[in-house]
Structure formats: structure tokens, C-alpha cells
């Protein structure tokens, strides 16, 4: 088992047993009111609603980007300031793979929000685009050759 999966259910175990032993105690006890708790847990489910609004966003995003596809594994895309390859799709983000071999992870709704450009959305060839300065009065063959 990798030490981030164990990380991850002894964090998840922490915070069980945690909320267990809140309820726990909250069952024992006779003469507390509970009308305080009420509004506290309320004020938490509001503040929780709003925080998982972004994650809701992401994941429908990614669920119109998977059945869509405006975009696929090995396309090429520019998102903001983003350049890639796209190498995997999940349902809250997207991996994009740039040309120095860097892993940049995209929320979702970014591809639904902003414009995206897919270089290769009809076509696997990419044409790139390489200004090659040459001086005034250069043997343009030779420079052709060269390149």
C-alpha cells in the first residue's frame, strides 16, 4: 500500500472517530440544549454548501467535457497561458502535459468558463508557426537547407 493511500485513510479514520466521539457524548448528555447545536450545524452546512459549490462546478464541467468532447487524450490545447498536450481526463480535472515535460492539473470548469484553443480537434498535424530572422541580401536556399 503506497504511503500516500495510508496517509489518506489514517487521516479519514481521524476524523471519524472524531465525529463519533462528538455524537457520543452528545447522546450521553441529558439536560444539554440542543437548539444551539441546530443553529451551529446549520451555519456549517451553509459555509460547507458554498465550499462544495466549486467541487459541483468542476465535476458537471468535467461530465459535459467527457460525453462532449471538445477535447481528448493526445490533443494539443492552450488554455489561458497553458500549453499542452492532454493526457488524462478525470471527472474534476484535466492533466495537461506541456513541452518541458511539466503535468499542469486544470479544474474543469476552466475549459467550460474561458476559451480553449485545440490545436488538433479535426487533425493530429500541427502546424507551429517559427519567425526565422535572416539578414537582408542572405542566400534564402541556403538558409531553407539549413532549416
Not at 96 to 115: A, C, G, H, L, M
Request: charged content about 15%.
Amino acid at each position: 500500500m503506497p504511503p500516500c493511500f495510508r496517509h489518506a485513510v489514517a487521516t479519514f479514520a481521524q476524523y471519524l472517530i472524531v465525529i463519533l466521539g462528538f455524537l457520543f457524548v452528545l447522546q450521553r448528555a441529558d439536560r444539554l440544549d440542543l437548539t444551539m447545536l441546530g443553529v451551529v450545524l446549520a451555519a456549517v452546512g451553509v459555509g460547507v454548501g458554498f465550499g462544495l459549490q466549486n467541487i459541483a462546478n468542476n465535476l458537471i464541467s468535467g461530465i459535459f467535457i467527457l460525453f462532449e468532447r471538445p477535447i481528448k487524450v493526445g490533443d494539443r490545447i492552450e488554455v489561458g497561458e497553458v500549453h499542452g498536450h492532454v493526457v488524462r481526463i478525470a471527472a474534476r480535472a484535466t492533466t495537461v502535459r506541456t513541452n518541458d515535460n511539466i503535468d499542469i492539473i486544470i479544474p474543469n470548469s476552466s475549459f467550460t468558463s474561458f476559451n480553449v484553443i485545440n490545436w488538433s480537434h479535426g487533425d493530429q498535424k500541427v502546424r507551429f508557426r517559427v519567425p526565422v530572422p535572416v539578414a537582408y541580401g542572405s542566400d534564402a536556399r541556403l538558409v531553407e537547407r539549413l532549416l
